[in-house]
């Protein structure tokens, strides 16, 4: 029931969880998509310069073609023919002046029926049908270009190609020198531009901007991550502390009431209690006269101290008294104990040992309350080894507390059941009224103390941790001496 309470709680900062990881998650993706199209609008506009840059040479190099080449070679040798070695040599001194510190990887020049008349590599030189669909839309007079692309099977997919040219065609075309028109095509210029540098520097770029991204992504994300869970363990101890404080709060109010019905009721109980107990005695004096062996009272007698101790612990737990504090040695009550068990302590093979560190402070206690809780968590150690044993006691302090370890040899105390110990008329005792450890706990948090029960890890038998405040003296001073 507790944990789902704090589910519910805890419900809401989940949902602002969520959200905000998937807000991170949006906006992931988010800068993913814008750039990538980043890098796309990049090389669209990256691929459109370049065309326009090679249509622009194209155009110088058809101006200085047919100036240069063309009307010479036709007054000179009355046809062109690229197959002569000095009409080749011409050209291709012509196009390489002309396109000298320009970017042209590669210059191929076909006739009209796409064969290539010149070539920067001569190996190309009459070579046919290798200007594909370019060829035929620039012999009709529209320039086009297409993108050429190489690299690993896995790297064109992702728009990482390792090589990309640019191949651009467009018409050759008579020149007429006084007319505002251009003149048939005589061929098609071919120039491819190697542009893998500008690529790879765009994707260089979309890499680092991904990169950037993830990198910020998973910063913000660690530190929503850390600030929720954060931000979890805080109202979780709250939501557990508030729980932790209605059910003290619930306790409370039960002991009140069982606090007055006892209050209540004790004293009707108690009063002819004390009637039938002097009775039994009066009535054992007179029965030892008569008959000795009659123990019929010393019955009566026994069983109305026990009832009478059961009524005082039902007090002690309803009602517990103000601690009325004064500066005490820890050991020195301890030691009292042991004195007050010793009989039991013969009779039955138990052993105490006693490891007190150096120079214990002295605390500010309710000797007697104290006396009392110590001497239940013995009598408890005790009862757990109805054979005899061994218990050791030991004391500790650092700068803020006195540390008090009681540890036994029994058979410890089963998981089913070790956390309901300090539940009120809980026992596994055949006789009992279940309040002893309530008042323990009771007698050392009314001290500001800490108490813990826990099972032996490394052997059997139950240790039990008191933690008590240590206090300064002198601050202390309407304090007196034990």
């Known amino acids: 029931m507790q944990k789902i309470l704090l589910d519910d709680r805890i419900k809401p900062f989940r949902l602002v969880k969520y959200f905000t990881i998937v807000s991170l998650a949006a906006i992931l993706i988010g800068a993913i998509v814008l750039s990538v199209l980043n ?59 002309t396109l000298h510190s320009f970017k042209a990887d590669m210059v191929n020049i076909y006739d009209i029926n796409n064969t290539i008349s010149y070539s920067f590599d001569k190996d190309m030189v009459g070579r046919k ?28 997919p992702l728009g990482f190609p390792k090589e990309s040219w640019l191949i651009t065609y467009a018409p050759l075309r008579v020149e007429r020198q006084f007319l505002k028109i251009t003149g048939p095509v005589l061929g098609v210029v071919e120039i491819v531009q190697d542009i893998s540098e500008d690529y790879q520097s765009i994707l260089h770029y979309q890499t680092r901007v991904l990169i950037t991204c993830t990198a910020v992504m998973s910063v913000l994300l660690i530190i929503m991550v850390v600030v929720v869970k954060r931000g979890e363990t805080i109202i979780h101890q709250r939501n557990l502390e508030q729980l932790q404080l209605k059910e003290k709060l619930a306790q409370a109010e039960r002991l009140s009431s069982l606090g ?30 008569q008959d000795p062996s009659n123990n019929f009272p010393d019955i009566i007698v026994e069983e109305s101290n026990r009832l009478n101790n059961i009524i005082t612990d039902f007090l002690n737990y309803a009602k517990p008294r103000a601690p009325h504090f004064i500066f005490c040695r820890i050991e020195d009550i301890i030691e009292k104990n042991v004195a007050f068990l010793t009989p039991q302590l013969e009779q039955m093979g138990y052993i105490i040992h006693r490891n007190y560190a150096e120079n ?39 700068e803020k507390s006195l540390h008090v370890h009681i540890v036994d040899q029994g058979d410890g105390i089963s998981d089913d059941i070790i956390n309901k110990i300090w539940d009120p008329f809980f026992t596994c005792k055949e006789k009992g009224t279940g309040l002893g450890l309530g008042i323990v706990k009771n007698i050392i948090e009314s001290q500001h103390g800490i108490i813990s029960i826990t099972n032996r890890s490394d052997q059997s038998g139950v240790m039990v941790h008191i933690e008590l405040p240590i206090q300064d003296k002198e601050s202390n001073g309407n304090h007196s001496d034990c």
């Not at 047919?66 to 000095?86: A, C, R, T």
């Not at 006892?262 to 006269?289: D, F, M, T, Y």
């Not at 402070?361 to 009392?372: C, G, I, N, V």
Request: aromatic share 8%; no cysteine.
């Open 129 to 156: 049908n290798l200007g594909g669909t370019g060829f035929e839309y620039a012999l009709e007079g529209s320039p086009t270009s297409k993108l050429v692309q190489r690299g690993d099977f896995w790297m064109l």
């Open 260 to 289: 007055g019905m006892v209050a209540g009721i004790s004293h009707e109980i108690r009063n002819p209690l004390g009637i039938i107990k002097s009775s039994a005695e009066l009535l054992k004096k007179k029965a030892a006269i």
């Open 360 to 398: 214990l402070p002295s605390l500010s206690l309710d000797s007697d309350m104290t006396y009392q809780a110590f001497l239940n968590i013995l009598m408890n150690a005790m009862e757990a080894m109805p054979s005899g044993g061994e218990i050791t006691v030991s004391v500790t302090a650092d």
């Open 39 to 97: 890098v796309h609008w990049a090389k669209a506009m990256h691929m459109k310069k370049s065309e326009d840059y090679a249509l622009v040479l194209i155009e110088n190099l058809n101006h200085q073609i047919f100036l240069q080449f063309v009307i010479p070679v036709v007054l000179k040798y009355g046809k062109i023919e690229l197959s002569n070695s000095d009409q080749f040599d011409r050209m291709d001194t012509i196009v390489r002046s």
